[in-house]
């Protein structure tokens, strides 16, 4: 680790009990200010953005917004770390190994007690994907499960750029792919009371700003139309039928409002565009 890293962030002075090992650890977090974050565009998939800085280099806030116990490698957000309930503790006690394992594929060097790289940042989003499967519908799982794989994609994007030519393109887009299926499953789950998605799940999808529900289902739209099915040309015209249905929802009324900013309505119509485009297009194909 560089030297600038102690300042770029800090351990917490007090320690966090792991609920599943029962483990203490000092959880890793971001200073603020003093030029630690320039930020920089905003994406076509809402995640922000941040110019390196001369003091700091390249600095991803995502790489510290999961919780992992360095022990047995449970990760969860912070707010849901220590609320696990106890059936959940106990599934996840049972696949501790399998976890550890399945993280080690990913990467063969990880270490959270020290201090993280865009590896262990990637591999707690994995982590967390792996254990909140076990939990209860009211933490909204199956969201945070897509959230977790779309964060994941991100960081792996960021190596990619960092490390070209060793797949994490390759891994990135597979993160990509669990991401569109989880945000469609969420959809589907929120609409008949399966799992519900309330003001506070923080949608997100970055940590700059909470795009809530519109945002939300935006980003399934563009999820949908950028990694569903392809190569079937029924499905895929199926596939963009329910995509524009949920895109075309965020700009029914036409008017921004604080819940349905500007730049999800531009965004929006700008998506329903081009699936309407490819759908003319594989239908003129039949």
Partial sequence: MSDAAPKLTFFSKS???????????????????????????????LHRTYEPSKKFGDVQPLVYAVTVCPSCCYAAYAQDFAAVEAEA????????????????????????????????????YFLAIACYEHFGKHFSPTFKRGLSALRAAWLLSALHRKHFGENYDYLAGLFYRKAR????????????????????????????????????????????????????RERRIHSLEIARRIVAK???????????????????????????QEMKKLQGEG
């Fill in 89 to 124: 503790v106990a599934k996840l006690q049972e696949r501790t190994e399998k976890r550890k394992e399945q993280a080690r594929l990913l990467f063969t060097d990880l270490n959270f007690s020290e201090y993280r790289r865009l590896e262990e940042g990637a591999a707690g």
């Fill in 181 to 232: 299926f989880f945000y469609m499953l969420a959809v589907e789950l929120a609409q008949n009371g399966g799992e519900p998605l309330d003001s506070s799940v923080h949608l997100g999808p970055d940590l700059d700003k909470n795009y809530g529900f519109e945002g939300f289902l935006y980003l399934t739209g563009l999820l949908e139309f950028r990694y569903g099915p392809r190569k079937d």
């Fill in 250 to 276: 965020l700009f029914g009324t036409g008017r921004a409002s604080k819940s349905r900013p500007s730049a999800i309505l531009d965004k929006s119509r700008e998506l329903y565009d081009q699936m309407t």
């Fill in 15 to 45: 320690q966090t009990v792991c609920p599943v090992c029962e483990a203490g650890f000092f959880r890793e977090e971001l200073l603020s200010g003093g030029g630690r974050l320039i930020a920089g565009e905003l994406t076509e998939e």
